[in-house]
């Protein structure tokens, strides 16, 4: 029998919707790795990853309803090495134990472009050591994120 017969097609169908049903089958959100030569999806075990030279980019986020940061500035510097993806934002994430912003932990960032209003959230994933200690979180653009 071929794989896509009606029969067997029909099976694996009614199969699926009851594990739906049983609740053993749900849609979640999850990032997933394309392979844009065959088409398909592939594993996280199937992907190569390499470490490229690029730029990290430092864009200017203006400060909500008139915060400040610790030195006194009207907005944050949030470093990218995809500024491209910049209108996707949700939200800055920053870590909660770094001096120079955690008292703006809550408060908002004004999104470069567009004016939308964005949060900024405490991360300890954030390290204040690399780039400017300020990290835009844009969903679907890492798995992190």
């Known amino acids: 029998r071929f794989t896509m017969d009606d029969g067997l097609s029909e099976a694996v169908k009614e199969a699926f919707v009851r594990l739906h049903e049983d609740g053993l089958i749900y849609r979640g959100k999850r990032l997933v790795n394309w392979d844009t030569k065959l088409h398909t999806a592939i594993s996280d075990l199937e992907v190569e990853n390499h470490d490229e030279k690029g730029h990290l980019w430092n864009l200017r986020y203006p400060l909500a309803d008139g915060a400040k940061t610790a030195e006194g500035l009207d907005y944050l510097i949030v470093a990218t090495t995809r500024p491209e993806t910049m209108l996707g934002d949700a939200a800055v ?24 209003l964005i949060p900024i959230i405490a991360d300890d994933y954030c390290d204040p050591e690399f780039g400017t200690g300020c990290v835009k979180i844009t969903p679907a653009h890492d798995f992190n994120d």
């Not at 001096?99 to 470069?112: H, M, N, Q, T």
């Open 93 to 116: 994430a920053v870590n909660p134990q770094d001096e120079r912003y955690k008292a703006l932990i809550g408060k908002f960032v004004e999104l470069p472009l567009v004016g939308r």
